[in-house]
């Protein structure tokens, strides 16, 4: 298993600014995984972050608009920029692999 | 692709009776399937899985599912419902895309436990 500590837990964000979401893992993971879950919805996978290489983003996400950071083989960074309230959701971030994942608590942004 | 489709947003029981949760897959061939439980301003958590083993599978929490081919179906089974189990629950299965597995996500099932 892993422990995942996500930073901050919530936030209240303006339109237009930008925020960074950490991702603390207690273990040395190859891969991380960030999801957003917007209200009522289910989880979507924005990106894939291995260290030492580009994320892989999937269709409908831009590293411009979700830029990522892997320095190491236990955290992670996402930032959300130039924010608007359609960006308002849970961002969860992520380890493991198909067999199972371990999920962070999310970190929840409310865009005004 | 594959995908999963839960049949209900919201399931309402009273403590001490059967819980169930449906779910269907789209699938071309045998998928790993999964279910996710999300308790509030928790991350998620893994119930069970299913991948290709036995079709009854029994999880965490008393729960289990049953794999039905034939049905295209993984619905999630509790005898019994206790008031901790008022969460949502996520059906998930398993897509090979671009070479490698990824987990889609059902839309989710908010599951209430009245006393």
């Known amino acids: 298993s892993a422990v995942i500590s996500q930073k901050p837990s919530r936030d209240i964000c303006q339109r237009g600014t930008s925020l960074t979401i950490q991702c603390q893992v207690d273990s040395q993971v190859t891969m991380m995984f960030w999801y957003r879950q917007q209200p009522g919805q289910s989880l979507t996978l924005i990106a894939t972050a291995n260290q030492g290489s580009e994320a892989t983003y999937e269709s409908g996400f831009v590293i411009d608009k979700f830029p990522i950071s892997r320095p190491n083989l236990t955290f992670s960074t996402l930032t959300v920029s130039n924010m608007s309230p359609e960006d308002s959701s849970i961002y969860l971030c992520s380890v493991g692999s198909v067999a199972e994942l371990f999920f962070g608590e999310g970190s929840r942004l409310t865009v005004l | 692709a594959q995908s999963v489709t839960q049949l209900d947003s919201h399931v309402s029981v009273s403590e001490g009776t059967p819980v169930l949760l449906r779910c269907n897959y789209s699938s071309s061939y045998s998928p790993s399937l999964f279910w996710y439980v999300q308790h509030p301003n928790k991350g998620l958590q893994l119930l069970l899985k299913?991948?290709?083993?036995?079709?009854l599978v029994k999880g965490i929490n008393g729960f289990e599912a049953e794999f039905k081919k034939s049905e295209t179906s993984f619905h999630l089974t509790k005898p019994s419902a206790h008031m901790s189990d008022a969460a949502e629950y996520f059906c998930v299965v398993s897509d090979l895309v671009g070479g490698y597995n990824k987990l889609i996500f059902g839309a989710g099932t908010r599951l209430a436990v009245h006393p």
């Open positions: 299913y991948t290709s083993a036995a079709t």
